[in-house]
Every structure is written in structure tokens, then in C-alpha cells.
């Protein structure tokens, strides 16, 4: 079996080549080639490893025809087309802890330097001037300071500022009430914290909902003389409005990091003598480096050699360990879909994913992205777990999952129900032992079955003779049967016979099967 080919793109610790060799990937260094370049040798690439340099574009991606995942050794992941990588069925990662401390403390030095304007003081100083009168300054202890956003750097900057002793209030929708006790915030909405806080500072991605949060209007609903840090993402802040309030006094100074166009050339903040910036250093040390690099490299690997999902923006995390635990239940789950996806008629509305006993113990998030796999499978050739849910979404599938904790008949069980103009379709299945895949149930009717290469799905009249019929028509065609299960609703009423075979079977011979005396439906099947 081959390795896994990975080529990393941009300039990174050189450890992260070694940690994809031993674990078994083959790598190649090739940084600063033009998009031209990296779009004609990416084909052979199953990883691709970047910073923030590399731009992976539609057509990139296009080009990328072998390409699994690609890893951002970093936060940010502006540079990737994140919704045509999924549809392309490519996971996309990133480290948002490796730098996390690194941009909490620049946010922080930020915040230190605007109270008491360290980097105009030490200008003029060195110019021989002793500009004491002109550098008044003011105390941290005691303030308040409103984070917008309070995730993983957001939190770390709030224990920074508690140990200065400032008092820290947070906007974050996501943020809990439980949480915000652990991280000793005070909850509020923007319009409070805008008013309230004497220091923001801003730990939010770049969204639709998030751009430009601070508005010239919502700048205008700030306490007079309030001082503005942002260490996250260029775009959130107006900056024409931030300059105009700063000329106004209503910012009494501003610490930029990052800006909406990079690298910033020209801004209308530059030369505003409150104001301070520093050219997007907020990843910028060397432990920081070094340890995205070392994580990105970690999880490509685990991914492409064990199939563990580690920070995937486009996919549900799964461990190393958890791999081999779901991995039979995600083959049951995607046959499951597959099947009713083979089986059920007319436009599908919704699908709900239930699991019982030990599968309602299991992550529920990989599993329902293998039955959409198996499902979406009869819509596209490409279809993966990653962009099932995409293709889902796009034909407007209302999907719903659903966990029973009590046991059922069977000790672990998942059931896929989908709903089609001429009602509910539902299918079911175990595991026996650890690992073996199981039909139990279709359409309602009890029946045992292995899911697996070719088979033939045919429901007819309970009556006698019919099994002799069928056998003797595939054998008459030379079509040999592997395995021939039977399930029925009653005793001379409907029937349900599910039969493996060992090839494809021609149209011709599934004509005559619908023509045998007592047959309703007849359907060739592939899993």
C-alpha cells in the first residue's frame, strides 16, 4: 500500500516534514510557487499543508483531483474556499490552540501600550526629545474590559486582565451562562458592553454577522474616551469611522494588529497620533511557530494513516481511538443510506437518523455523515462524508437525529427513516459481534441480510413455487447467487426477497423478473 502524499506549500518549521515521515507520509517542501505552479503539480497531492501565503481557490481545488484534506497551521482560514472544498469532499483543519496564547498576550501588550502610549513615547525619545509632560497616561486596575467574543484566545485574555485586575464583561452568543461563570466574565449584550467598557477588544472570526461589528454606528454607543484593541481578523471594525473617532476624542486610542486589506500600505489611521499597530504579529513567536506547525503536521497525518478528525472546520472531530469503534458503524450506517436511497421513489423531503442502546452511546455527528454519504451517493460519484452534508443541504433535506438510550430488540441498532411525496420509508440495522454489519428491517418487513456487492431487491406474493422461479430464471442467465434472504409481513401477503449475486445484473434479466407471476417490484442494488 502506498503512503500518503502530502506537500506543504509554505514556509514552516522544518519538524513538521519529519512528524509526516514517521508517520507515514510522504512528503515535499516546495514554497513560493505561483498559483499556476501549485495548481500543476497539486493532482498528485493527498495533503497539502499551508500558512496563510498559500490561496486555495476554486481552481486549485479543481486541480486537486487526489486531494483529502488540507491543513492551515494557524487560526485564520481566509485563504481557503471552505465551501467548495467541501463540496469537492476535501476536509479542511486548522490549530486554533497553537497560537492561542501567543495572541492573547499580544492583545494584552496592546492594550498596556495604548494606557500608557509606550510606542510614542519611546519615538520621541529616542529622537533626544524628554516628552515627559506630553505622555499622561492612565491605570488598567481596575476598568473594565469588554470582549467581543470570548472562545479560547477571548478567555485567555480575560484571565490575563483579571490578574491586572480589571473587571471583564463579554458579548459572545455562544458564550453560556455556566461558562462565563467558570471564566469569571460578566455576560452582556454589545449594547452594554459598548457603553460599559472603558478597553474592548475584539477575539471573533470574520463572518457576515461579525463584519464590521464595530460599525460607526455602534462606535458612536461606546463610552467616551474608550480604547479599542483588535489582534483577530481585519474587516470587523470600520476603519474610516474608527479614524473619524478618533479625530473626535470618542476613541481615545486604538491598537490595531490586523486591517481589512493586507498587507496595509496606506490606512486612514496611519499617522494618528493615538493610534498604534503592529503588522498582524499576533502569531509571531517562535513557541507559537513551532507548535502550529507540529500540530498541523500531527493531524493531516492522523487523518490520512488512521482516519482520526482532529479541528476540522468541515467535519466532525473523531479521534484516533474513536476510529475503530465507529468505523463498523459508520459501514452499517452508509449501506443504510445507500440502501434507502436505492429503494425509496419520488422527491425526498427529510431524513432522520435514530440510534438505540450501544450506538446511541457513539458520537452521533460521524455517524449521520455516513448515512448522507450513502445516501447522497445516488445524486453524485464524488460523494464523501464530508461534502454528503453540503450536497444535502443543497437539494434542501430536513435532517434530524435522533438518540434513544433505551435498548430495543437489539443491543445496538440504527434505524434511517426518509420521507418522499408517497410517505415514510424506513430501514434498520445491527451489528453482530463488534463488527459485522447487519440488515434487520426494510420497509417494515423483518429480514436479515448482509449489505455488500451486487444484489437484487424483489417483493412479491407470499405463494409457493416463487423461489424455484426466480433461482431457476438467474441460473437459466447465468447469474450465480451468493446469498438469498427472506422476510414476509404475513403468511400469503407480501414478501420481501433480498438476493446477493456475483455480478452485475443486465436489464433484460431484470425485465423478466418483473414479469414472473406475482412480482410488484424488482431492483437491482450496489454497495
Sequence with gaps: MS???????????????????????????????TPEELAARIGE???????????????????????????????????????????KGVVVMNTPFGNSITTAEHAIAMLMALARQIPQADARTQKGEWPKKDFMGIEVTGKTLGLIGAGNIGSI??????????????????????????????????????????FITLHTPLTDETRNILSKENIAKTKPGVRIVNCARGGLIDEAALAEALDSGQVAGAALDVFQTEPATESPLFGKPNFICTPHLGASTTEAQVNVALQVAEQMADYL?????????????????????????????????????????????KISIEREGAAAQLSGKPIEGAVLAGLMR??????????????????????????????????????????????????????????????????????????????????????????????????ENGINIGTFNLGRREAGGEAVLLLSVDQPIPQEVVDKACALEGVKTVMPLAF
Excluded: W
Excluded at 514552516?12 to 507520509?25: K, L, Q, S, T, V
Excluded at 498559500?54 to 485564520?76: F, M, P, Q, S
Excluded at 479521534?319 to 459508520?330: G, H, N, T, V
Design 3 to 33: 503512503k500518503p502524499k502530502v506537500l506543504i506549500s509554505d514556509k514552516m518549521d522544518p519538524n513538521a516534514a519529519r512528524i509526516f515521515e514517521e508517520r507515514g507520509c510522504d512528503v515535499d517542501v516546495i514554497t513560493g510557487e
Design 45 to 87: 497531492y493527498e495533503g497539502l499543508a499551508i500558512r496563510s501565503s498559500t490561496k486555495v481557490t476554486k481552481e486549485i481545488l479543481d486541480a486537486a483531483t487526489n486531494l483529502k484534506v488540507i491543513g492551515r497551521a494557524g487560526i485564520g482560514v481566509d485563504n481557503v474556499d471552505i465551501p467548495y472544498a467541501s463540496s
Design 305 to 349: 494513516v488512521n482516519g482520526g478528525v482532529t479541528n476540522a472546520l468541515n467535519m466532525p472531530s473523531l479521534s484516533a481511538e474513536e476510529a475503530p469503534k465507529l468505523r463498523p458503524y459508520m459501514g452499517l450506517a452508509e449501506n443504510l443510506g445507500s440502501l434507502v436511497g436505492q429503494l425509496a421513489h419520488g422527491n425526498l423531503t
Design 157 to 198: 485574555v480575560a484571565a490575563r486582565a483579571q490578574g491586572l485586575r480589571m473587571k471583564v464583561i463579554a458579548f459572545d452568543p455562544f458564550l453560556t451562562e455556566d461558562r462565563a461563570v467558570e471564566i469569571g466574565v460578566e455576560k452582556v449584550d454589545l449594547d452594554t458592553l459598548l457603553s460599559r467598557a472603558d
Design 378 to 475: 445516488q445524486y453524485s460519484d464524488t460523494v464523501n462524508m464530508v461534502n454528503a452534508p453540503f450536497l444535502a443541504k443543497e437539494r434542501g433535506l430536513d435532517i434530524r437525529s435522533i438518540r434513544h438510550e433505551k435498548e430495543g430488540a437489539y443491543n445496538t441498532l440504527l434505524r434511517v427513516t426518509v420521507g418522499t411525496d408517497s410517505g415514510d420509508r424506513s430501514v434498520a440495522g445491527t451489528l453482530f459481534g463488534a463488527d459485522a454489519p447487519r440488515l434487520t428491517e426494510i420497509f417494515g418487513v423483518r429480514i436479515e441480510a448482509e449489505l455488500d456487492g451486487h444484489m437484487l431487491y424483489i417483493v412479491n406474493e407470499d405463494a409457493p413455487g416463487f423461489i424455484g422461479r426466480i433461482g431457476s430464471l438467474l441460473g
